[in-house]
């Protein structure tokens, strides 16, 4: 393995693993890095799986990226608007109670007992998906810049021309660009002001203008 693409989830993953599908790596999303990886098995995993395939996108990894066995893959920061970076996190993973589980996601607790391991500061939220949302954003982000700060920043709003050029390869003619390649349905309409105010909003904001985008 020689790239992992990660971020928050719901950040073009799984967009961008098929987009180098499309021009000849061997990218998968979230073979490797799935719910069921350990500390334990991560070593395992990648002399089992990652010697197999050329990119690796999963918002799982984020959690072990200061593991040796990743120390000399190249990592990809994929960040997100985070309006609409946050409304999808609540229309996929039903944040958490806030309705009913959307049933084109599968067994949605077994997603957020991963999440929960990792960031128990959002299961300590629970009832208050607004505030979860902001947590997952800014912590999952933070996380990333902490663990591997050499990590390649890429707005994905940016496009696949600069993906390519941020990690070196040609772009070619034709290439997959379905950005709603894992659309689930519709998202909540929410703005700033629907999201409480609190020093974690103020905190948010502040750490996506730092990204370049304007709240």
Request: glycine share 6%.
């Amino acid at each position: 393995m020689k790239l992992i693409m990660t971020g928050t989830g719901r950040c073009g993953t799984k967009f961008h693993s098929r987009l180098l599908r499309s021009i000849g790596w061997e990218a998968k999303h979230e073979l490797v890095f799935d719910p069921n990886v350990t500390l334990a098995n991560v070593q395992q995993r990648m002399q089992r799986l990652g010697s197999v395939v050329d990119a690796e996108a999963s918002w799982i990894v984020t959690a072990f990226l200061s593991h040796p066995a990743l120390k000399n893959i190249k990592i990809v920061h994929l960040v997100r608007e985070p309006l609409p970076c946050m409304a999808s996190m609540l229309q996929v993973t039903n944040f958490y109670g806030m309705r009913d589980a959307n049933p084109l996601n599968g067994p949605v607790e077994f997603w957020l007992r991963c999440l929960y391991r990792h960031l128990p500061e959002i299961e300590q939220m629970k009832g208050k998906p607004l505030k979860q949302a902001m947590i997952m954003y800014l912590a999952w982000n933070r996380i990333v810049e902490e663990q591997r700060p050499d990590a390649i920043l890429h707005r994905i709003e940016d496009g696949p021309q600069a993906f390519c050029e941020r990690i070196g390869i040609s772009l070619p003619e034709q290439y997959f660009n379905d950005e709603k390649c894992n659309t689930r349905g519709p998202v909540p309409d929410l703005g700033w002001d629907d999201y409480p105010d609190c020093p974690l909003k103020e905190e948010t904001r502040a750490y996506a203008q730092s990204l370049g985008y304007a709240v």
